[in-house]
């Protein structure tokens, strides 16, 4: 499987989304995981939506699954994952970031789906970093990143979808409103808009 999505769509996510750009300079240029690297990369990804975080991760990590090819086997299934991930939600993220139509129970029914998926690559990637075996390879310190933003965004997409149940006959479209996350109450997630924060 190869993601279906085409380069000009690829190009877009890498610039809308920013983590991905820096993950392919770490592992293919010049930018060094530093503490600070490491500490902006947390941030970034903690401040945007869980399906925009989602997006992120899966693009990052088909870095990594991509530098990996040669060496691990979990590499593949990793790389195919986040072709699944992309092919379901790149489209539509990239339609609604420009502020398009929504159309509500697609929405929804995608929304249903975002906790397992970032559950997916967090085992995914925590099984590579196990693999490698060294806690200060960069590509393993990334795995350990992405993974532990991939958590933390499918406990607040958990919690959003309980929110957006349906109550009393109340309309999807009208739960649809800013909601914070127990814990993080300075931090707003929005749905469906899709902007990266910035």
Not at 16 to 36: E, F, S, W
Not at 54 to 62: D, E, F, R
Not at 76 to 92: F, V
């Amino acid at each position: 499987m190869t993601c279906a999505l085409n380069d000009t769509q690829l190009a877009l996510l890498h610039t809308h989304l920013v983590v991905p750009l820096a993950i392919g300079d770490i592992l293919y240029g010049d930018l060094l995981l530093t503490d600070d690297v490491q500490y902006e990369l947390h941030e970034a990804l903690s401040e945007i939506d869980p399906d925009s975080a989602l997006l992120a991760i899966a693009v990052g990590a088909k870095h990594i699954a991509q530098a990996l090819k040669d060496n691990s086997p979990i590499a593949a299934a990793l790389s195919i994952e986040c072709d699944k991930i992309l092919d379901d939600y790149g489209p539509d993220w990239l339609s609604n970031y420009h502020q398009g139509p929504v159309d509500e129970d697609k929405l929804y029914s995608t929304l249903q789906n975002i906790p397992e998926d970032l559950e997916s690559l967090a085992d995914l990637m925590d099984t590579i970093c196990l693999g490698l075996q060294d806690a200060e390879d960069p590509i393993c310190k990334l795995c350990d990143i992405l993974s532990i933003q991939a958590r933390a965004h499918m406990e607040i997409a958990d919690f959003i979808l309980t929110e957006l149940a349906y109550e009393d006959g109340e309309s999807l479209a009208g739960s649809y409103s800013a909601h914070i996350v127990p814990d993080k109450a300075d931090n707003i997630i929005l749905f469906p808009v899709h902007r990266v924060r910035q």
